[in-house]
């Protein structure tokens, strides 16, 4: 039976050219004998700003190096669907629309400088995630709502937001909880820090080259206890082939992405177990419903026709073909990692119907166009398969689609396309209110970016404020399901399956990420085996 767990182990690593001048020395010394750890990924984010470098590759490496100010509790949920303290150990609401957080004393910057209330102010400023110009402009979205920032005293803040929000805490589970050092930041600015990062977490960036690799050591000032590894390298290794043989001549401890077709072949190798796990992350695409920059005539501007493609693909089978039964196809916005607003017995509008499809497709305009659908070469496992596979049905519908596969998602984004491939996290924040609000509303980037696909109707933004407002789960749950049909009138996208994660490791390990699509190396999530 595939189980989570974790592997990492080797790597050579020289604390010399690329440390940065902040960097202290570790406090084992000589006599350190922790294992140095190697990681082959597939990729790494131009910037380890937690914020502007928000990705899943970004991901594997930042939550190493930053704390957020409160955690999701993975440790006793594998879904992470509670929160306990981070840097900050308490809050609690003192008036309808303040916030305020008590931090943890003692905790000090890989600088050695100590994490005060002006740092998580800044952190959280207008001037770096919500004004008009923010520094870090991706996390405007996930500070929706917040207003104000207020240092109270050194280890106290205020957080005022536009009206009462009984979740915005769980929001701080988020990239934009990481607390950054206020003085560094400023000192080199924004586009050094991405590169020499310092946080307040348990290895520290001594060399970064986004094309190449990172390299982090132990932190040994860390305020939750010394890390167990001596170091972190993260390997870009583009090819699992290439990966694989690396684990098992030992220059890599962790590898990720195993096909599934190989998952089998791994398990049976000597000193190397796998990690398999759902994660919160679906995997979709979204259909340009636009017409701009080139794309006067695109036909999908008519919903008949985006809800025939979906009504056209057998998504459950396409899910049980490719994944044997790891996951499953979602409902629209319906996810067990939802808790009570999740409904297992919710069926979505529009779900695999041939003759509904035709129907939809007569009524339409559609007139034998080819349709491009942008996809980012390898990026989500199993996608490209999935997307052959739906090409053939839509072609047996009568329906043209064309996949244009391309290396990176800045190719990708560029128009003309009619489809575009996406994924979309359902982490934490209490509620469906990431996914459906934040990650559809007018502040969202299939809203406001260059490579946006749809315009929200009124009633998605009308249900929408209204679910972001509404103080009981009998009125959220109620607005929540009034966006779920605005949404699905629209039919903007069609999800595939929940994502899995995979991962190879060396037996010296034990390591369990839980739901989770960040890589901590710290000792609540990494055992080294005697």
Known sequence: MLKRRTLLTTAMLALGAGVSPLATAPAFAQEDNRPDFAFAVDNLWSTLDPVIGLSTTGGRVYGNVFDTLVKRNY???PEGNTIIPGLATSWEQVTPTTWRLHLREGVTFQNGDPMTAEDVAFSLSEERLWGEKPLAPRGKNYARGLVGVTVVDDYTVDLETAFPDATF???LTTPIGYVLPKDYYESVGTEAFGQKPIGTGPYMITDFDPSDHAVAVAYDDYWDGAPPLKSV?????????????GLVSGDYDLIMSVPIDQLEAVEATDGIHLIVDQIGNYPMFAFNTLTIEGMDDNP????????????????????????NGMTFT???FNFPEYGPYFDPDRKATYSYDPERAAEFLAESDY???????????????NYEAAAEYMVEMWRDMGINVELNIVDNFSLAYQRPFHMLNMSMSSEFTGDPYRPLWLDWGPSSSRVTAAHRTWAPTEAFLEDGERFERAQTFEEKNAAYLDLVKDWEDVTPGMYLWRNVQTFAMSDKYEWDPGSSQLTIFTSDFLTIEP
């Open 75 to 77: 440790f006793e949920d």
């Open 169 to 171: 805490i769980n929001r």
């Open 233 to 245: 390298t993260w390997k870009i290794v583009p090819e699992f082939s290439t990966r694989y043989a």
């Open 300 to 323: 999908l501007v008519d919903a008949n026709l985006r809800k025939a493609m979906v009504m056209a693909i057998d998504r459950d089978a396409i899910t049980e073909a490719l994944w």
């Open 330 to 332: 979602p409902t629209p």
């Open 367 to 381: 007139d034998g166009q080819t349709l491009t659908w942008n996809i980012v070469r390898g990026f989500y496992p």
